[in-house]
């Protein structure tokens, strides 16, 4: 036990004291221009028709890309306009239960033998019926507007990502264009 104690503790002043020797000697920075020295090294060694044609190919490999990201806009925008005008018909429908709801409360406080509304008789307790019904069909109502509103939500953010994957893909291309434009200069 004493042993492998004795031989962590060296372990660990060892790694220490060439940690001191390396960070007093400046060491990382020589290995950090190595690096870089090599990277342009191997960069200069490349021929520029080569870099020339990887710009290309890359460029190439963008348009199905550039074609998919426009058709996924487009989806989404005609999906989010889809939307849109569901929720304002469902909006419509909710405003109508609501009146109705409003029109038989307002009767029930009247406190009548019978009701007619429309071209309908009813009761005190069909009436009480007919307006739970309809107090049920206007929470549903709010409830399905309210997830509608929530999916136009989750679209409106899906088609943003669409739209910024579309830009990005847009600026990749410029970039690209531009590079094949520098390249050639050099070599012509």
Do not use: W
């Amino acid at each position: 036990m004493f042993k492998c104690a004795k031989r962590i503790l060296v372990c660990v002043v060892v790694l220490g004291g060439l940690g001191a020797v390396v960070a007093a000697s400046g060491l990382s920075s020589y290995v950090k221009s190595s690096g870089r020295m090599i990277r342009t090294a191997v960069k200069d060694s490349i021929p520029i028709e080569f870099e020339i044609q990887r710009a290309k190919d890359l460029l190439d490999e963008l348009v199905p890309e550039l074609r998919a990201n426009l058709r996924l806009v487009a989806a989404e925008e005609v999906e989010v306009a889809n939307l849109q005008r569901e929720i304002e018909a469902q909006n419509e429908r909710v405003e109508n239960e609501r009146s109705k709801v409003k029109v038989l409360r307002t009767t029930l406080n009247r406190r009548e033998a019978s009701y007619r509304i429309g071209q309908l008789d009813y009761g005190h307790e069909e009436l009480v019926q007919e307006l739970s019904t309809r107090f049920d069909r206007l929470l549903t109502a709010e409830r399905l507007f309210d997830s509608r509103k929530e999916l136009l939500n989750n679209r409106r953010r899906s088609l943003e990502a669409a739209i910024q994957k579309l830009e990005k893909t847009r600026l990749t291309r410029v970039q690209l264009e531009a590079e094949i434009e520098q390249l050639e200069g050099h070599f012509h």
